[in-house]
T-cell receptor, first 110, second 112 residues
Framework: SQQGEEDPQALSIQEGENATMNCSYK?????LQWYRQNSGRGLVHLIL?????REKHSGRLRVTLDTSKKSSSLLITASRAADTASYFC??????????FGAGTTVTVRA | DTAVSQTPKYLVTQMGNDKSIKCEQN?????MYWYKQDSKKFLKIMFS???????INETVPNRFSPKSPDKAHLNLHINSLELGDSAVYFC???????????FGPGTRLTVL
């Protein structure tokens, strides 16, 4: 299948620490998007990185993309309790859909 | 100024019933989508529409029928509901098929 796979499945960190999660995919993409989902809520778009980009920043978020390894990473710096959520990578193969991974559940302990 | 809205937020119904979920976006986007999220949080595309035209039907049973009366709306009608249809259904839209997708708040469907 085409969906991305996130690693790790779950992550527990102390407030103030950094959290890193990875996403791997199988074939060439048009872009890759990261989303956050708080428990019982909808998906919030975080960052879109296109295939010709290598790194993007948004506030405390940093996303990298390595198309040669078919992988992406999301780094959350100086984590806060409010960052507790599931994080999904979604790959866009330019075929009118996003293919989602199973997500990484991040728990930030106070 | 909600971007993508869905109604209802919760839907509890008996097996065999027919139900509809409505979706509206006020972003002026051309492309709209329906996704299904199962109990393990796995999100899967169901349908994609571009300018009211069906682009993708991702092997969804024909009990599910999307309807796009105009570019801003994509409704989902489900006939003869089954237990396995219980899930959270998300509507989304994007300016074009290669841009950021914005998701609605979801509709939690429970079939008893």
């Amino acid at each position: 299948s085409q969906q991305g796979e996130e690693d790790p499945q779950a992550l527990s960190i102390q407030e103030g620490e950094n959290a890193t999660m990875n996403c791997s995919y199988k074939t060439s993409i048009n872009n890759l998007q990261w989303y956050r989902q708080n428990s019982g809520r909808g998906l919030v778009h975080l960052i879109l990185i296109r295939s010709n980009e290598r790194e993007k920043h948004s506030g405390r978020l940093r996303v990298t993309l390595d198309t040669s390894k078919k992988s992406s990473s999301l780094l959350i710096t100086a984590s806060r309790a409010a960052d507790t959520a599931s994080y999904f990578c979604a790959t866009d193969y330019n075929d009118y859909k996003l293919s989602f991974g199973a997500g990484t559940t991040v728990t930030v302990r106070a | 100024d909600t971007a993508v809205s869905q109604t209802p937020k919760y839907l509890v119904t008996q097996m065999g019933n027919d139900k509809s979920i409505k979706c509206e976006q006020n972003l002026g986007h051309d492309t709209m989508y329906w996704y299904k999220q199962d109990s393990k949080k796995f999100l899967k595309i169901m349908f994609s529409y571009n300018n009211k035209e069906l682009i993708i039907n991702e092997t969804v049973p024909n009990r599910f029928s999307p309807k796009s009366p105009d570019k801003a709306h994509l409704n989902l009608h489900i006939n003869s509901l089954e237990l396995g249809d219980s899930a959270v259904y998300f509507c989304a839209s994007s300016r074009t098929n290669t841009d950021t997708q914005y998701f609605g708040p979801g509709t939690r469907l429970t079939v008893l």
